[in-house]
């Protein structure tokens, strides 16, 4: 969509007079939308990890994979859209939390949720993930890149404290975590808790 508008706004400016001041106004709506359409592609990757849509079929593998009970706190970790978390909330009971760093997301997320009236089971916090605490979370996602898991994973053992919190990773891994679960042929892997972990 963002890219649409850029593409309208440039034809728009070509097609108007130089020396009108509406060709002005044009030049400065293409500028707002490249600035706008590079925040949004940048600064997820450098916070994170550039966003990749998920499909509907991932999204249901993995939540399905998480063996998620009513009541649960899911946290998803650069959740985009918030395809995981409305997913979660909707057909799974548990309150879905998405941590996006990227304002256009989440303003858009924010919108999806209000609309499918799930406010009081789905949020969205707009926030480097690295700062967020993670204590109340039951199950975390996430699909990253393998040097942010790596950073990740020492913030996860120190604060994921339920006794029965997972760890969902979608193509990337956790080395020195066992994987209790898995689907192979998507590249979705279960983690047990740490204290089992620890003891193995």
């Known amino acids: 969509m963002i890219i649409a508008g850029l593409s309208a706004a440039v034809i728009l400016t070509l097609s108007v007079p130089t020396n009108s001041s509406m060709a002005l106004i044009l030049s400065w709506i293409v500028l707002l939308v490249a600035v706008i ?14 966003w990749v849509p998920t499909s ?63 406010q009081d089971k789905a949020r969205i916090v707009r926030a480097n993930f690295f700062d967020i605490q993670l204590g109340e979370a039951d199950v975390v996602v996430l699909y990253l890149l393998q040097q942010t898991n ?20 979608v193509v990337w891994k956790f080395e020195g975590w066992e994987v209790i679960r898995c689907d192979d042929k998507e590249m979705i892997y279960v983690y047990k808790p740490r204290s089992e972990t620890k003891s193995a």
Do not use: W
């Open 150 to 169: 790596n950073k990740l994973q020492r913030k996860l053992e120190r604060e994921l404290i339920k006794p029965n919190y997972r760890v969902v990773s």
């Open 56 to 118: 509907s079929k991932i999204v249901n593998k993995v939540l399905a994979i998480a063996e998620l009970k009513p009541g649960e706190v899911l946290y998803d970790l650069g959740s985009g859209d918030g395809r995981i978390v409305i997913a979660a909330a909707r057909d799974f009971g548990v309150r879905a939390v998405g941590i996006e760093i990227d304002p256009f997301r989440v303003f858009y997320s924010r919108l999806r949720i209000s609309l499918l009236h799930l």
């Open 37 to 50: 359409t590079t925040v949004s592609v940048m600064l997820p990757e450098v916070k994170g990890a550039p």
